[in-house]
Nanobody
Framework: VQLQASGGGLVQPGGSLRLSCTASGRTFYNYAVGWFRQAPGKEREYVAARSRSGGYTYFSDSVKGRFAISTDRAKTTVYLQMNSLKLEDTAVYYC???????????????????WGQGTLVTVSS
């Protein structure tokens, strides 16, 4: 499964961005999808995830209440809506997908077999 993350850019603090994750040639049916980010000089960090069914979404404490995950009806694109962005949200954002990812493992990068190339989000005034 080849994933493509897009939608990054430069935004001011308090602004919003929507990232997209698409899977080439297939859908996200029965795939858990996670979003991770990596800031310069820091380790990759879990941001958010949706369950295989798409019925449940989970967020790290640092983004809870500000970010949301949704999936289009065709299940070809998973979105990460980011609101009230902060300077510390600046990072390269990656989407990842995997089958058989249980809830307790959604925040673990090794749980995902497929990764996109990343899209840069810069929050700056």
């Amino acid at each position: 499964v080849q994933l493509q993350a897009s939608g990054g850019g430069l935004v001011q603090p308090g602004g919003s961005l929507r990232l997209s994750c698409t899977a080439s040639g297939r859908t996200f049916y029965n795939y858990a999808v996670g979003w991770f980010r990596q800031a310069p000089g820091k380790e990759r960090e879990y941001v958010a995830a949706r369950s295989r069914s798409g019925g449940y979404t989970y967020f790290s404490d640092s983004v809870k209440g500000r970010f949301a995950i949704s999936t289009d009806r065709a299940k070809t694109t998973v979105y990460l809506q980011m609101n009230s962005l902060k300077l510390e949200d600046t990072a390269v954002y990656y989407c990842a997908a995997g089958q058989g990812v249980i809830t307790s493992s959604l925040s673990t990068p090794d749980s995902y077999a497929h990764w996109g190339q990343g899209t840069l989000v810069t929050v700056s005034s």
